[in-house]
T-cell receptor
């Protein structure tokens, strides 16, 4: 069964460093998403991506964040200068269709735990 | 904006007990509603969904009915097992989006613990 994969599973970094979190969405999916979950809190939407551009972003997704689809299979989230409060589990998701279509189900990866020291 | 409220956990039950996890939402029109489950150390898995009023989603013995009049989507299971221990998230997507790729709005999650 196809699945979303994410690497690394755990990333530790120093405050102020740049990190890139990687995701491989399901191959025939066209819509891609990043979410984060701070420990003990709810899952929060960060950004969605379609047709090589950002479709929607939340207020959390400020200038420190960027997303890219560098090739036909990877989808990355970059945090330019990490802060302590960026420590969280980051989930990638993908869907075949738009949110208003019958193929709207979002499939989630296992997550990358980011720890900023 | 849209929001989802679900009962706080942890919820501790004995095996074979009846389960209800409450979920209510605030959104414009008729959003699509979902329950996701997160097992320890794993990502989010879609458990069930409903896309219009009075729809009942069901999977693995769990079910939830989309109640527009009470803006609710409560999760139920008649007889829980130890393997159902997990965190359950209620979520929604809007009825209409100009962009098409809208993110899910999640509740805070309910940690369910089933004791043998």
């Amino acid at each position: 069964e196809p699945e979303v994969t994410q690497t690394p599973s755990h990333q530790v970094t120093q405050m102020g460093q740049e990190v890139i979190l990687r995701c491989v969405p399901i191959s025939n999916h066209l819509y891609f998403y990043w979410y984060r979950q701070i420990l003990g809190q709810k899952v929060e939407f960060l950004v969605s991506f379609y047709n090589n551009e950002i479709s929607e972003k939340s207020e959390i997704f400020d200038d420190q964040f960027s997303v890219e689809r560098p090739d036909g299979s990877n989808f990355t989230l970059k945090i330019r200068s990490t802060k302590l409060e960026d420590s969280a589990m980051y989930f990638c998701a993908s869907s075949e269709g738009a949110v208003t279509s019958a193929r709207r189900e979002q499939f989630f990866g296992p997550g990358t735990r980011l720890t900023v020291l | 904006g849209d929001s989802v409220t679900q009962m706080e956990g942890p919820v501790t039950l004995s095996e074979e007990a009846f389960l209800t996890i409450n979920c209510t939402y605030t959104a414009t029109g008729y959003p699509s509603l979902f329950w996701y489950v997160q097992y320890p150390g794993e990502g989010l898995q879609l458990l069930l969904k409903a896309t219009k009023a009075d729809d009942k989603g069901s999977n693995k013995g769990f079910e939830a009915t989309y109640r527009k009049e009470t803006t609710s989507f409560h999760l139920e299971k008649g007889s829980v097992q130890v393997s159902d221990s997990a965190v359950y998230f209620c979520a929604l997507t809007p009825m209409y989006s100009g962009g098409g790729a809208d993110g899910l709005t999640f509740g805070k999650g309910t940690h369910l613990i089933i004791q043998p």
